[in-house]
């Protein structure tokens, strides 16, 4: 899904920076099995360099019963070996043998230990999973710059929608196909009867009130009185001479 080029960070001033993707996937198990099963499906493929050589890769998790379960069954990702991994909590560092970082899962409150092993890491890439942080609009005032460093390259969020008279289903997706991720729009689809229908995009992350609007609208556009009314007008018009 990702493809990582080593030492491909965003230049500033001609020396490399690290580069941040961010992937958002919904689950409906949460079990430490199915978390390092998803890391291993996503990212399969997604650390390696310029050459196409496979990254060795540090993983960093939220809990110790994931590190656990991590350590057992987790020994590569595709092609690429995984050097280390280490529960996201204060004295943890990166280890010098590895070429990009996964973070599977953090939490809000862990920030502060992401921004020391972040800080380790030099240039190299790194990847965080489903983080369990608010967007950075809605994230605590110390915490804004660090979550927003993260380009989101691939979001998925169904929605269910239940109104007074009307349900519906839709979603939201972001999806990095080329180029950088910060040009990539963010979709809004709403369900009908063929299927998931592309409504409205967004340059940024919609707000709960602008996917409201869009259902609201939507809503309103699809109701028979308001489809009646326009049939009338329709009438109205052509009598006119």
Same mark, same amino acid.
């Given at each position: 899904? !990702?493809?990582?080029?080593?030492? @491909?960070?965003?230049?500033?001033?001609?020396?490399?920076?690290?580069?941040?993707? @961010?992937?958002?996937?919904?689950?409906?198990?949460?079990?430490?099995?199915? $978390?390092?099963?998803?890391?291993?499906? =996503?990212?399969?493929?997604?650390?390696?360099?310029?050459?196409?050589?496979?990254?060795?890769?540090?993983?960093? !998790?939220?809990?110790?019963?994931?590190?656990? =379960?991590?350590?057992?069954?987790?020994?590569?990702? %595709?092609?690429?070996?995984?050097?280390?991994?280490? &529960?996201?909590?204060?004295?943890? &560092?990166?280890?010098?043998?590895? %070429?990009? =970082?996964?973070?599977?899962?953090?939490?809000?409150? $862990?920030?502060?230990?992401?921004?020391?092993? !972040?800080?380790?890491?030099?240039?190299?890439?790194?990847? !965080? *999973?489903?983080?369990?942080?608010?967007?950075?609009?809605?994230?605590?005032?110390?915490?804004?710059?660090?979550?927003?460093?993260?380009?989101?390259?691939?979001?998925?969020?169904?929605?269910?929608?239940?109104?007074?008279?009307?349900?519906?289903?839709?979603?939201?997706?972001?999806?990095?196909?080329? #180029?950088?991720? $910060?040009?990539?729009?963010?979709?809004?689809?709403?369900?009908?009867?063929?299927? *998931?229908?592309? =409504? +409205?995009?967004?340059?940024?992350?919609? &707000?709960?009130?602008? *996917?409201?609007?869009?259902?609201?609208?939507?809503?309103?556009? @699809?109701?028979?009185?308001?489809?009646?009314? #326009?049939?009338?007008?329709?009438?109205?018009? +052509?009598?006119?001479?």
């Amino acid at each position: 899904m !990702v493809k990582f080029l080593a030492k @491909q960070g965003r230049r500033k001033g001609g020396i490399a920076s690290q580069l941040r993707l @961010q992937i958002e996937v919904p689950v409906a198990d949460e079990t430490p099995e199915a $978390q390092i099963q998803l890391a291993r499906e =996503v990212c399969d493929g997604a650390f390696s360099d310029k050459k196409g050589a496979p990254l060795s890769v540090a993983i960093f !998790v939220a809990s110790e019963k994931v590190r656990r =379960v991590a350590a057992e069954e987790l020994q590569s990702i %595709g092609e690429a070996p995984v050097a280390s991994v280490q &529960t996201l909590r204060e004295g943890e &560092t990166f280890p010098d043998n590895a %070429g990009a =970082v996964l973070l599977l899962g953090p939490k809000e409150e $862990q920030i502060a230990h992401l921004r020391s092993i !972040v800080g380790t890491a030099g240039s190299r890439p790194i990847v !965080v *999973l489903n983080p369990e942080w608010p967007d950075a609009s809605e994230a605590e005032e110390n915490n804004k710059a660090f979550v927003a460093s993260f380009d989101v390259c691939y979001s998925f969020l169904p929605l269910n929608i239940e109104a007074m008279l009307s349900k519906f289903e839709g979603a939201v997706l972001k999806f990095v196909r080329s #180029g950088p991720p $910060q040009g990539a729009p963010w979709v809004i689809f709403v369900k009908g009867n063929e299927g *998931l229908k592309p =409504v +409205k995009t967004y340059k940024s992350r919609p &707000t709960a009130k602008d *996917l409201e609007d869009i259902f609201y609208n939507y809503s309103a556009s @699809q109701s028979p009185v308001n489809k009646g009314i #326009g049939f009338l007008r329709g009438l109205v018009g +052509k009598g006119k001479k």
